[in-house]
């Protein structure tokens, strides 16, 4: 009897297989983050950023954990990596002290008591995809000056992008010893040779398994299309992680379009009464925050309204 599968189809049941074996030959994964709702402002400045990836690359060669992906946010942390639970408790405890010390050094007392860990395991291959693409796309969304390939304090633009250069970085190695501790804001660590530095941080692609990251995705396209169209998906991954939502204006109008069916019964959400519209508003600010911006644009709704609803 004939296989009736096309060519297409032999090559994504090919391509998926692939993705699964890498999964399973591996592991456990985690994606470890901390609250940024309760947590005192961690980034203040560029120079805060770069610390934080630096202490990030020390952390994971102290451990032995392996990041496949992370961003570092202003006031919070994710990461998603492949350790055991107790590699990835040690890291914490390891990164959080570093930055305990140097905020300490440049702002005198801090308050790091909302800085606790919370670490989810990611049990299958479809779970680590919207993972790693959740995390992916957190700085860019949360900042409109940065693209998935622009966002420069994590390792989400790496993925899928061999334009990626390290032509101006230097090894570790090759550093001198002030200029070291200058990196690091403590006595020498002992790292791998292959840790290279640019930027005045210690560079992502040298500490992060980008490819083992990338072979959880059929290819870019795949990939590109994780991060791009599965809101839903991240929306729940944050507020299971009690961290902010946040869509793009397409995403957010599909969502504004869902409710609006659901809740009203009607397709065009401009179409509503003002009751009605304010409850939309109301569910768009408490669910996915949406900007005031987005609800202003897409509800139709003067700026003042607006203002007044959210009690500015």
């Not at 990164?95 to 670490?119: E, N, T």
């Not at 395991?121 to 860019?140: F, M, Q, T």
């Not at 072979?215 to 992680?241: G, M, P, Q, T, W």
Request: include cysteine; charged fraction near 25%.
């Amino acid at each position: 009897m004939k296989n009736s599968n096309t060519p297409g189809q032999a090559s994504f049941a090919l391509k998926e297989a692939g993705c699964e074996a890498s999964f399973l030959h591996g592991g456990p994964y985690w994606h470890l983050c901390t609250p940024g709702q309760s947590t005192e402002l961690l980034c203040e400045s560029e120079d805060d950023y770069r610390f934080s990836v630096t202490v990030s690359a020390i952390a994971a060669a102290e451990t032995g954990v392996r990041i496949i992906t992370f961003q570092v946010m202003s006031n919070h942390l994710h990461f998603i990596m492949e350790a055991d639970e107790g590699q990835c408790m040690f890291f914490f405890d390891s990164l959080k002290r570093r930055i305990r010390r140097r905020m300490a050094s440049v702002r005198g007392f801090v308050d790091l008591s909302g800085f606790v860990l919370k670490f989810i395991p990611v049990k299958d291959l479809s779970a680590i995809r919207n993972e790693i693409a959740y995390v992916n796309r957190n700085g860019y969304l949360a900042d409109s000056r940065y693209t998935p390939f622009s966002y420069p304090w994590g390792a989400g633009y790496l993925y899928f992008n061999p334009a990626a250069s390290t032509d101006a970085a230097i090894p570790f190695r090759d550093m001198t010893i002030r200029d070291t501790l200058q990196l690091c804001r403590s006595r020498v660590p002992v790292l791998p040779e292959t840790y290279l530095v640019g930027n005045h941080m210690i560079l992502p692609q040298s500490f992060c398994a980008i490819k083992k990251g990338e072979s959880f995705f059929r290819d870019a396209h795949h990939y590109f299309s994780a991060v791009s169209k599965n809101y839903e998906a991240y929306s729940e991954i944050a507020k299971r992680l009690g961290d902010d939502v946040f869509l793009n204006d397409d995403e957010m109008f599909a969502t504004m379009t869902l409710l609006c069916r659901k809740n009203f019964n009607e397709s065009r959400a401009t179409m509503l009464p003002i009751r009605d519209k304010l409850e939309l508003a109301r569910q768009m600010r408490r669910e996915y925050n949406a900007s005031e911006g987005q609800i202003q644009r897409m509800l139709r709704l003067d700026r003042s309204i607006v203002a007044e609803l959210f009690g500015r």
